[in-house]
């Protein structure tokens, strides 16, 4: 079902969605994407309180992640942590 569906996303080998991202891959950007929206949009939506601001700021924190991709170092910890940090930060530099 979805769950399983949701846990293998999450399971997914980020360096390697990284790599296939960086190589103009749009599936794998997708995947990253749909991954990580809910998640980035309800940390935007703490900061802002307002689904609209919420949205655009979801919207240019993954402009910027994509822009940032070959910065990304599996070496240093999971996909999901260091995405997070980076949304995180950039929310923050916002407001």
Known sequence: GILEAL???AE????DLV???????????EEIVTAFSRRIF????????NADA???LTQDVFIRIYKTLDQYDPRQG?????????????IIDDY
């Open 7 to 9: 846990k293998a996303t």
């Open 12 to 15: 997914l080998n980020g360096a």
């Open 19 to 29: 790599r296939r991202a960086r190589m103009g891959d749009s599936s794998a950007w």
């Open 42 to 49: 309800n940390l935007a939506y703490r900061f802002t309180s």
């Open 54 to 56: 919420a949205e655009d």
């Open 78 to 90: 999971d996909l999901a942590h260091w995405l997070m940090r980076l949304a995180r930060n950039l």
